[in-house]
């Protein structure tokens, strides 16, 4: 049963602090999306990879912010320095882009607190 | 801005009955509309979606309807049951593996 794997599930951090998100796509996607969740603004889109390129990075703060894919099995999201409104829920999604399959696959997140 | 927006935000309906959630959108270019369930603690996971060439699209329980011309649609849940109860999110895309705008989401409860 092929899955979008994230680690940590949590972190508590202190503000200031670094913080750096882990997720394996499924085998054989080509396309990585990075999402945050809060009760605020629901579902946004950070950034997203195809074929472990960035298409889109307009959704981050780039000043402290950044996402990398350094192979096809992995993809990162660090946060540096972190900040209190950076608290969320970020969830990794994958997806195989071929004409007619749209499906994004995501994984169970990571729940990010800053102190 | 918001580019999809859902209504209600809350809802709550008895076991048997038809939850209805509504969402609309903007943008003419969107051409693949899917409706994502999300139980508390888990990711969003596909529910249902939909494309512009038909009107409706049903499985199971779960119906989308799409009304091109009013540039909405809505998820219908018949003989909805608890274990439904979760949120739900739609959300649009305007090209073959692109990013998907969300609506804000709409928490569903269905009692016993």
């Known amino acids: 049963d092929a899955r979008v794997t994230q680690t940590p599930r949590h972190k508590v951090t202190e503000m200031g602090q670094e913080v750096t998100m882990r997720c394996q796509p499924i085998?054989?996607?080509?396309?990585v999306f990075w999402y945050r969740q809060t009760m605020m603004q629901g579902l946004e889109l950070l950034a997203y990879f195809r074929n472990r390129a960035p298409l889109d990075d307009s959704g981050m703060p780039k000043d402290r912010f950044s996402a990398e894919m350094p192979d096809a099995t992995l993809a990162t999201l660090k946060i540096q320095p972190s900040e209190p409104r950076d608290s969320a829920v970020y969830f990794c999604a994958s997806g195989l882009v071929l004409v007619g399959t749209d499906t994004q696959y995501f994984g169970p997140g990571t729940r990010l607190t800053v102190l | 801005q918001q580019q999809v927006k859902q209504s209600p935000q809350s809802l709550i309906v008895q076991k048997g009955g038809i939850s209805i959630i509504n969402c609309a959108y903007e943008n003419t270019a969107f051409d693949y509309f899917p409706w994502y369930q999300q139980f508390p603690g888990k990711g969003p996971a596909l529910l249902i979606a939909i494309r512009p060439d038909v009107s409706e699209k049903k499985e199971g329980r779960f119906t989308i309807s799409f009304n091109k011309s009013a540039k909405q649609f809505s998820l219908h849940i018949m003989d909805s049951q608890p274990g439904d109860s979760a949120t739900y999110f739609c959300?649009?895309?305007?090209?073959?593996?692109?990013?998907?705008?969300f609506g804000k989401g709409t928490s569903l409860l269905v009692t016993p």
């Open positions: 959300a649009a895309t305007s090209a073959s593996g692109y990013a998907l705008n």
């Open positions: 085998l054989g996607h080509n396309t």
